[in-house]
């Protein structure tokens, strides 16, 4: 039987733990900017990657193992997204991606979940979301990664219900070294690379799959799966 009493003092004390992190590291970065006068947080350190990653919303992203039918510059929530229609190479199956790329310096990850849903429901007129549950899985180096490392990428899967069709959806911030759902998770990472002079650029990625109408999202796990590793992979190799 799960304790629950167990579980809320065990989430409370990882809750505490990042925030003493986090605590830790705006301290470390503050002080040197005190005595210099060099706010970090008024003169962010340069994204060393980021005419490539604003690419995206030109080009989108070419897939491995998927043929872009229309890839379009997409206005979701304030900011300009890459929206792309896929097929999947020897089978019927579509898909549509949604990427928005790090924009500047100062950019951070912040409303894109809520943006996408906001951008569903004025497109179809209704975005219902069930089933929802936290997906895993993970990406192997290809390309320029010289590590043998695999990379862990945690994302949001659940089901988006329209009135003409039903989606499969999973939804992360890409990074270089895999991915996560959750703004907070980059920017302590990125608190972590300003400490070593350095920067953690990011994407964030939405995947849509057609999929029975109301039906079982688990059903099209297997397909979200291997697409979201195609796409982080890319990522990874390419523009990240």
Request: glycine share 8%; charged share 15%.
């Amino acid at each position: 039987m799960i304790s629950f009493s167990k579980f809320f003092k065990e989430n409370q004390f990882n809750q505490v733990a990042a925030l003493l992190l986090l605590l830790l590291l705006l301290a470390i970065g503050g002080v040197p900017g005190y005595l210099t006068g060099h706010w970090q947080w008024k003169q962010p350190l340069p994204v060393t990657n980021l005419h490539e990653l604003k690419q995206i919303r030109n080009a989108g992203l070419a897939l491995p193992g998927w043929q872009t039918i229309e890839q379009a510059e997409q206005e979701i929530g304030e900011h300009k997204w890459s929206l792309q229609v896929l097929k999947k190479e020897g089978s019927q199956s579509q898909a549509i991606l949604l990427l928005l790329p790090q924009n500047g310096p100062m950019d951070q990850p912040e409303v894109e979940w809520t943006d996408v849903n906001g951008w569903g429901r004025s497109r179809w007129g209704k975005w219902d979301i069930a089933q929802s549950r936290s997906a895993v899985f993970t990406v192997k180096p290809s390309g320029k990664l010289a590590s043998n490392v695999e990379s862990k990428v945690e994302a949001r899967f659940f089901r988006a219900a329209t009135p003409q069709q039903t989606f499969a959806v999973l939804q992360w911030y890409a990074m270089p070294d895999g991915g996560n759902p959750s703004p907070f998770h980059w920017f302590l990472a990125d608190q972590l690379a300003q400490w070593r002079k350095q920067r953690i650029p990011w994407v964030s990625v939405s995947i849509l799959i057609p999929m029975e109408p109301l039906g079982q999202v688990e059903t099209s796990w297997s397909l979200a799966k291997s697409m979201g590793k195609t796409v982080q992979s890319t990522l990874m190799a390419g523009p990240l």
